[in-house]
Nanobody, 125 residues
């Protein structure tokens, strides 16, 4: 049984930083995409960063490029999301996801088979 557990959310002022972590258990193999999505109230879920565990290649949405960094922690199935220069519009519930479908690279939510419970990030002005 695959489980994804996020941690690290919280409240910060604009311009601040936060680091989210996602610990995955039950995943087998390295041909896995892990990603971070976010959803703000009244908005659709948005894919913002993904990493392919086989070669550590990453992909980012334009909205976070240059500010957020997704990385794998060692050889574990744990990924982190370092968020710098946070903006008020980054306020959302952040979800970790994992899947093996290559469409996952393009942030297609349906390509992800497993989801975490979400962690809240609030950025104040």
């Amino acid at each position: 049984q695959v489980q994804l557990v996020e941690s690290g959310g919280g409240s910060v002022p604009a311009g601040g930083s936060l680091r989210l972590s996602c610990a995955a258990s039950g995943l087998t193999g390295s041909s896995v995409y892990m990603a971070w999505f976010r959803q703000a109230p009244g908005k659709e879920r948005e894919g913002i960063a993904t990493i392919y565990l086989q070669d550590y290649v990453t992909n980012y949405a334009d909205s976070v490029k240059g500010r957020f960094t997704i990385s794998r922690v060692g050889r574990q199935n744990t990924v982190s999301l370092q968020m710098n220069s946070l903006k008020v519009e980054d306020t959302a519930t952040y979800y970790c996801a994992a899947g093996v479908n290559p469409a996952a690279w393009l942030f297609r939510a349906h390509a992800y088979d497993y989801w975490g419970q979400g962690t809240q990030v609030t950025v104040s002005s």
